[in-house]
């Protein structure tokens, strides 16, 4: 599955972003997806998940409130609709899918990842 992401950039602290992550010509339904990202020297996050029918959401409690993921498995769409944005958002985020049908929040779990886009919150 090949995912990729676009929709980072520099925003000003307060701002918004929505980040997309398509997935052509690939059975998108069959997969959980996830926002990862990953700060310098830090470890990879789990920020957003949703269920494959897109019924389902769950979000890091640093994030909830102010992110929202959404899919539409008929363009083979994801997103991460972002909010209220804070200079500790800044990172490279990251697109995942899952093969499995159970929701994870451990990046184990997701198979396939996109190449990352930058988001910087400038203070």
């Known amino acids: 599955v090949q995912l990729v992401e676009s929709g980072g950039g520099l925003v000003q602290a307060g701002g918004s972003l929505r980040l997309s992550c398509a997935a052509p010509?690939?059975?998108?339904?069959?997969?959980?997806m996830g926002w990862f990202r990953q700060a310098p020297r830090k470890e990879r996050e789990f920020v957003a998940t949703?269920?494959?029918?897109?019924?389902?959401?769950y979000y890091a409690d640093s994030v909830k409130g102010r992110f929202a993921i959404s899919r539409d498995n008929v363009e083979n769409m994801v997103y991460l609709q972002m909010i209220s944005l804070k200079p500790e958002d800044t990172a490279v985020y990251y697109c995942a899918a899952d093969g499995t049908s159970v929701v994870h929040t451990d990046p184990m779990y997701y198979d396939y990842w996109g190449q990352g886009t930058q988001v910087t919150v400038s203070s």
């Open positions: 010509g690939q059975p998108f339904s069959s997969y959980v």
């Open positions: 949703i269920n494959r029918s897109g019924s389902k959401t």
